[in-house]
């Protein structure tokens, strides 16, 4: 132990260098977990950006007539109800399938069968699917 409090043992000016670098990291950490916060806003607002357009983009392809806004618009004020057109209910059940995706990536075993029961998912009653928090 003696032999660490030697090591460890600085001048004045040794001393007062070490706690500039010491404050200046914690000021770097400060700074840091701001720009953190701020970029997952970014990436939540991103995130509902581009689900939007991948299901506008691809429900499109079903032949379903709703906007990007419209899309967002339904996403955003669906209440519990049934929903009352085939477009309605495609938009809805491609939501489900990414959300299902984006939260469980990490754990999905890709398999024709996974694939299928993805494909049968058609909502019916839904609350406010684009609450991201």
């Known amino acids: 132990m003696d032999k660490l409090k030697?090591?460890?043992?600085?001048?004045?000016?040794?001393?007062?260098?070490l706690i500039k670098q010491i404050g200046f990291i914690d000021s770097f950490k400060g700074k840091w977990n701001i720009v953190e916060k701020r970029e997952n806003s970014y990436l939540k607002e991103l995130r509902k950006i581009a689900t939007i357009e991948s299901i506008g983009s691809s429900t499109r392809i079903e032949g379903v007539?709703?906007?990007?806004?419209?899309?967002?618009?339904?996403?955003?004020?669906?209440?519990?109800?049934?929903?009352?057109?085939?477009?309605?209910q495609e938009v809805v059940g491609y939501y489900d399938v990414m959300e299902i995706i984006y939260e469980s990536y990490s754990t999905i075993k890709l398999s024709k069968n996974y694939i299928q029961q993805l494909h049968r998912i058609h909502p019916t009653n839904y609350i406010n699917p684009l609450n991201y928090d």
């Open 6 to 17: 030697n090591k460890l043992h600085f001048n004045f000016e040794t001393n007062q260098q």
């Open 65 to 88: 007539q709703l906007t990007n806004e419209e899309i967002k618009d339904l996403l955003e004020n669906i209440e519990i109800k049934k929903l009352t057109t085939r477009d309605q």
